[in-house]
């Protein structure tokens, strides 16, 4: 099978690189090298798969890319929170857009393959937490002053109490609370319209 890895240089898709060529299938990989990611090409990676340094918002690179592919692997994104306002352009520029143009190139290609979005856990907020007194709560934003005195779990936002984490389901209520976690859910987002268009197959992964 011919799987394209977008994001194929990166911490993660790198290692997918790796499972997809130890089982046998012909792995091509586009990555547009970031620079706040990447000095250049790392080292070790795969030389069994093909690689591509172009960007995948890019419509002629987008194309290219997924000619012949049977899957796609979508890992191509912009990682960290966004904490600061001012980055909420490169964070939609390279997740949103990069999406759908991913999308948009798949459709003109007639793809219908397997398409698996690499989502995250962070659609859901803080996560799934309980308290002894309240049950289940969703914990407000954390607070500088307790990550500066090394209080990392967020308290009950109504009794203060220390809250224990659970596994978080998932058809818990989403909660996106930053530029990156809502260039996440709207990734998802595109990819369900995507597919409810189209009839391919699609996976996100959080």
Avoid at 139 to 146: F, H, I, K
Avoid at 160 to 173: Q, T
Avoid at 176 to 200: D, I, M, S, W
Wanted: hydrophobic letters at 40%; one cysteine or more.
């Amino acid at each position: 099978m011919r799987i394209l890895v977008t994001g194929g240089a990166g911490f993660v898709g790198s290692h997918i690189v790796d499972a997809l060529t130890a089982s046998g299938h012909d792995v091509s990989a586009l990555d547009c090298l970031d620079p706040a990611a990447h000095a250049g090409p790392p080292d070790g990676l795969n030389p069994a798969a093909e690689y591509r340094w172009d960007d995948v918002a890019d419509t002629d690179a987008a194309l290219a890319a997924v000619a012949g592919a049977d899957a796609v692997c979508h890992q191509a994104a912009k990682v960290g929170l966004g904490l600061d306002f001012a980055d909420v352009r490169a964070y939609c520029e390279q997740n949103d857009l990069g999406t759908a143009t991913l999308l948009w190139a798949l459709h003109a290609s007639g793809f219908r393959g397997r398409l698996v979005l690499a989502s995250s856990m962070v659609v859901y907020g803080e996560g799934r937490y309980r308290c002894a007194a309240h049950g289940i709560v969703a914990p407000g934003p954390r607070r500088v002053s307790d990550l500066d005195a090394g209080r990392y779990e967020p308290p009950c936002p109504t009794c203060g109490a220390p809250l224990e984490p659970e596994p978080v389901p998932e058809d818990a209520p989403l909660d996106p609370r930053n530029v990156y976690a809502a260039t996440k859910l709207h990734q998802e987002h595109l990819c369900a319209a995507f597919a409810r268009e189209t009839g391919v197959a699609v996976t996100a992964l959080r």
